[in-house]
């Protein structure tokens, strides 16, 4: 009988230590297709963001801003409008910090104000039941995207970064976010025709939940 697999070897797959981005590899990237002046407004959002989040860490114990930014680069290496770079900067400042959606309008315009407020509304789904929780995540999805598609893909930009970095989280709670990235967020890359994404959630999400299964089938 084989033993059992030790965390640590359960999320050898996982980059506990990705690359560390910078506000000029963001702006590197997004000077290849976006105006000089659209590229600007982007490090003025991450400055916003940066102080938005002073003080806010990871469970990793890395700075909170390394997350804004991560998902910010995944939204400019699928080239989207600057607009929606600035949102997945800027999307969890309603939500965890004392700025409002009348500060971002202020600050950023109200197009990107709507898209964090968007990404917000989502964020605080709560359900009663697993099954409930599938309809209404995608009710609620599907809603917004009929106002905004790039709400739901900063979203899951968003959750794309949290399922690469999920080493530091406890193993139920590791276990709960890759279920619901399977059963919610796979589907609906699925859909919206982001293939490599889809991808790499279902892998990612599979490790977690079938360590073994993912060794032999990679092996």
Do not use: W
């Not at 996982?14 to 600007?40: G, H, M, R, W």
């Not at 709670?173 to 919206?192: G, N």
Request: proline share 3%.
């Amino acid at each position: 009988m084989s033993a059992r697999p030790s965390v640590a070897s359960e999320l050898d797959f996982i980059q506990e230590s990705e690359p560390k981005l910078t506000i000029d590899d963001l702006c590197f990237a997004t000077a290849n297709y976006l105006e000089p002046e659209q590229v600007e407004l982007i490090r003025r959002a991450y400055s916003f963001a940066e102080n938005s989040h002073e003080g806010q860490t990871r469970r990793s114990g890395e700075r909170y801003i390394t997350h804004p930014l991560a998902v910010a680069h995944v939204l400019a290496m699928m080239h989207m409008d600057y607009e929606c770079i600035m949102a997945g900067l800027l999307h969890d400042v309603i939500e965890d910090t004392d700025f409002s959606r009348d500060d971002l309008s202020a600050g950023f315009g109200e197009e990107v104000a709507e898209l964090v407020e968007g990404v917000t509304k989502l964020a605080k789904a709560t359900f009663k039941t697993r099954e409930h929780a599938q309809a209404e995540n995608l009710r609620k999805m599907l809603l917004a995207m009929s106002r905004d598609i790039r709400v739901i893909i900063v979203k899951l930009a968003d959750r794309l970064h949290n399922m690469r970095t999920l080493g530091h989280l406890r193993p139920a709670k590791r276990r709960r976010i890759a279920v619901e990235t399977l059963d919610i967020y796979v589907p609906i890359a699925q859909r919206l025709g982001m293939n490599l994404m889809r991808c790499e959630l279902e892998d990612l999400g599979f490790h977690v939940l079938h360590p073994l299964r993912y060794r032999v089938l990679a092996d």
